[in-house]
């Protein structure tokens, strides 16, 4: 491998000016500028990025940890992470935890052991105490997708509340009166997940609309498995719902899986909708109706952010909340009390 001496033999300086030239730190004449650059190029140097990087305890190399790299969602978080990323010059880990908290908390460890200049969680889960002391030791981090609540951590987040809020509006002004709602199984754990059922209680709630618990799971997981399987469970009620609000489009696809599967026809018979928007929702047979989150601006802010606080930025950390918004496509539409739904 060729060396920083050997560029310098070969373009006749020193290796102190070799280095000033890599680094741009110091002044180098134009001449011996381009004398250096051609040897560079002559003997096609690569600068050892990770030895500088020990030499000057810093790194241009930032880590993301996610949950469930299958997830088209935070796929997409991801991108907006990466390009911001790119166009400032740092390369980027990804780690996926499959969503094992021992996973995560190693991966976060094993990113500052190797002198990373910052780290983005996206969906932390149950992070917090492995959080605290590299948050104690100022070490930069930003979480996306959801809340850690009692840490002092820069965050950026959809307005889960109202984005709930907006699906179960829209099923109202559908003419819906029992909506059935796939929560999945981390209610206890996840504050985005706790402020959806809010945001359905209380837009229920304000219509003058009793709570229907066993209208409400909260055993399934965040797949089309498990949205397949809630709607087995809340589609054989001897009083089913009109409309399904699914707390991510994954469910919502299961969801619409199994109502097919069991003659049971969308829209006509069964309203679906579902959380995030991600691109397949709009190729479904009917079109998914849903809740967009803005995904790849979610990555871009909290990369922005953590890029401010490794330049030195110093201020309270923040919570910064986007707006969600409804997508309207063919798998709601107004309530029919069809036939089909008796013995579902």
Sequence with gaps: MTTIKDVADQAGVSIATVSRVLNQ???VSPELNERVR???ADLHYEQNALARNLRRSESLTLGIIIPDSTNPFFAEVARGIEEVCFENGYLVILCNTSEDPEKAAA???ALRQNRVAGVIIVSPGELQAELRQPLRAKYPIVVADRLLPG???DSVISDNYVGAEQAIQHLLMLGHRRVGVVVGNHLETRQTIKDRLDGVLMTLSAAGLPIDEALIDTESDYTPEGGYEAAC????RPNPPTAIFAFNDLIGFGVMSYAYQHGIRVPQDLSVIGFDDIKLAAFMNPALTTIAQPKYELGRKAA?????RIHGEVCPPQTMILPTRLVVRQSTAQVCYAPALNGH
């Design 38 to 40: 051609k040897a560079i």
């Design 151 to 153: 840490l002092q951590v």
């Design 107 to 109: 991966y976060l460890t």
């Design 304 to 308: 922005e952010i953590l890029l401010e």
């Design 233 to 236: 469970v809340l589609l054989d």
């Design 25 to 27: 730190n110091r002044y």
